[in-house]
């Protein structure tokens, strides 16, 4: 009887035949069901917020994440720089802040920091829409909001003072010392801006091949007396921004450095 035994032989043939095609269909974890990973290579993001444990904080000003393409990321939490490495595997994040500057963050931005780093940390689940990227907890307690902005020129900007620079210490300004401490480049070959108390203007040579920023003679400045910790700003500033600086634009933020390695650091104000 040779076609029950055909019969017989090819029922399980096309059983086994069936399985195999289901094999990396969808919920079996096969290669095409695999995401790719979120694309958050050599992007810049603004900290907009970040809630820890359900309390919802809004990111001062200058807290920002950039990721490299060396799987890292570097950033300001509010106050302080650092540094953290990052895997990307599909929509999942892992962070390892393993670097940090030490400066002193009192008030509403030590706290923010505080809850950012907390946030920032282990296995983060990204969602991005539009200009906007969503980075939650395992257990969906922590948040942080971010958002694109565009990269700044050099000339054109208001850049604020944020920090001070002392080879490779970084600190930030004394407290009451640099609410006002900001600066422009204009195209016209002058800087104008106020050091902490008093308003300055000098002219500025620009040198973006080498990366050189030259203030040539002293800058000129308003006679006015302020608090001690704006007046001992205003000096350390006034004596920087005499002679040739080396700078480096990241994205929004702004480092000069003289030959020593004393210097400043800024931060592009919003738009």
């Known amino acids: 009887m040779p076609k029950p035994r055909a019969l017989a032989f090819l029922v399980p043939l096309l059983l086994l035949t069936t399985a ?12 095409d069901t695999v995401s790719p990973d979120l ?16 309390r919802r904080s809004v990111a001062p000003d200058g807290a920002r994440v950039d990721f490299g393409k060396d799987g890292r ?23 390892t802040v ?7 963050c009192d008030g509403d931005r030590g706290s923010f920091e505080k809850e950012f780093l907390e946030a920032f940390t282990g296995s983060l689940k990204g969602t991005s829409k539009g200009d906007d990227l969503r980075l939650t907890s ?59 108390c008093n308003n300055f203007s000098a002219h500025v040579r620009l040198d973006e091949k080498a990366g050189t920023l030259t203030v040539e003679g002293p800058a000129a400045t308003t006679r006015m007396m302020c608090t001690s910790p704006q007046m001992k700003l205003e000096t ?8 040739p600086l080396t700078y480096r634009l ?6 000069l450095t003289d030959a020593s390695g004393e210097g400043l650091t800024a931060t592009a104000t919003a738009r």
């Not at 350390?236 to 002679?243: I, M, S």
């Not at 990241?250 to 480092?255: P, S, V």
């Open 20 to 31: 195999c095609g289901t094999e990396g269909g969808a919920g079996s974890g096969g290669a």
């Open 39 to 54: 694309p958050v290579a050599g992007t810049s993001w603004k900290v907009d917020a970040v809630t820890v444990d359900g």
């Open 73 to 95: 990321a570097r950033g300001n939490g509010g106050c302080n720089a650092f540094g953290a490495a990052v895997a990307v595997k599909g929509d999942t994040l892992t962070v």
């Open 98 to 104: 393993e670097e940090s500057t030490a400066m002193a």
């Open 138 to 196: 395992a257990d969906g307690r922590d948040e942080l909001e971010l958002s694109t902005e565009p990269p700044v020129p050099l000339t054109g900007t208001t850049w604020k003072i944020d920090g001070l620079v002392s080879g490779e210490t970084a600190s930030s300004l004394a407290a009451g010392s640099g609410d006002k401490a900001r600066f422009v480049l204009g195209k016209d070959g002058r800087a104008t801006g106020n050091l902490g």
């Open 236 to 243: 350390k500033l006034y004596e920087l921004l005499d002679g």
């Open 250 to 255: 990241n994205h929004r933020t702004l480092t």
